[in-house]
């Protein structure tokens, strides 16, 4: 069975801060990995990671990739109040089988 | 452990069909939500409900319709399938909206 990690399931920073979050995989066939940001309804995308060490960012978040130990982890510098939400991390198997969500890392940021 | 369990992993209709995507969820969660995802486009909410029998559109709601009878189930219903309409769809639940979601597997659709 397809199974996602997410490490720490919950972390509470300071403004300013830099957090790491961690997902690791175990699944049968490996597609992409998706990371989500989650704060109300509909969790919004922030990066699918497909090659194992090229680094994505956007702003004060990156992330990158890592095949051969199966694991990302998720970057955010100088973390802001608006920074806090649950982050998801999602691994598509590709063709039959579906998405494998973690559990998500709660993180609060405290002015 | 939460579960969260959908019908189909994987459903080939034709065009003009009536298909139904099932979703069950095992914690007495009072919020469901219905996602599609396509490459490049992230997640987009198609319907959810807050309890039984309630329903809210989401932000692309059009050719979907939803249904909640009882609380662990909520239906996705594609009227009348189109090829527009091939995507990976997601079930979650949540048991109030600000907290995590947790998904169902996913059932890949293909309308041919």
């Known amino acids: 069975e397809d199974k996602v990690v997410q490490s720490p399931l919950s972390l509470v920073v300071h403004e300013g801060d830099t957090v790491t979050l961690n997902c690791s995989y175990e699944v049968t066939n490996f597609r992409s990995l998706l990371w989500y940001k989650q704060e109300k309804k509909a969790p919004t995308f922030l990066f699918m990671l497909?090659?194992?060490?090229i680094e994505k960012k956007s702003g004060r978040l990156s992330s990158i990739l890592d095949k051969k130990e199966l694991f990302s982890i998720l970057n955010i510098t100088a973390t802001q109040t608006g920074d806090s939400a649950v982050y998801l991390c999602?691994?598509?198997?590709?063709?039959?089988?579906?998405?494998?969500f973690g559990k998500g890392t709660h993180l609060i940021i405290q002015p | 452990d939460v579960k969260v369990t959908q019908s189909s992993r994987y459903l080939v209709k034709r065009t003009g069909e009536k298909v139904f995507l099932e979703c069950v969820q095992d914690m007495d969660h009072e919020n469901m939500f219905w996602y599609r995802q396509d490459p490049g486009l992230g997640l987009r909410l198609i319907y959810f409900?807050?309890?039984?029998?309630?329903?809210e559109k989401g932000d692309i709601p059009e050719g979907y319709s939803v249904s909640r009878e009882k609380k662990e189930r909520f239906s996705l219903i594609l009227e009348s399938a189109s090829t527009n309409q091939t995507s990976m769809y997601l079930c979650?639940?949540?048991?109030?909206?600000?907290?995590?979601?947790?998904f169902g597997p996913g059932t890949r659709l293909l309308v041919l």
């Open positions: 497909t090659s194992s060490g």
């Open positions: 409900s807050y309890d039984v029998k309630m329903k």
């Open positions: 979650a639940s949540s048991l109030v909206e600000e907290e995590t979601q947790y």
């Open positions: 999602a691994v598509d198997g590709g063709g039959a089988d579906g998405l494998t």
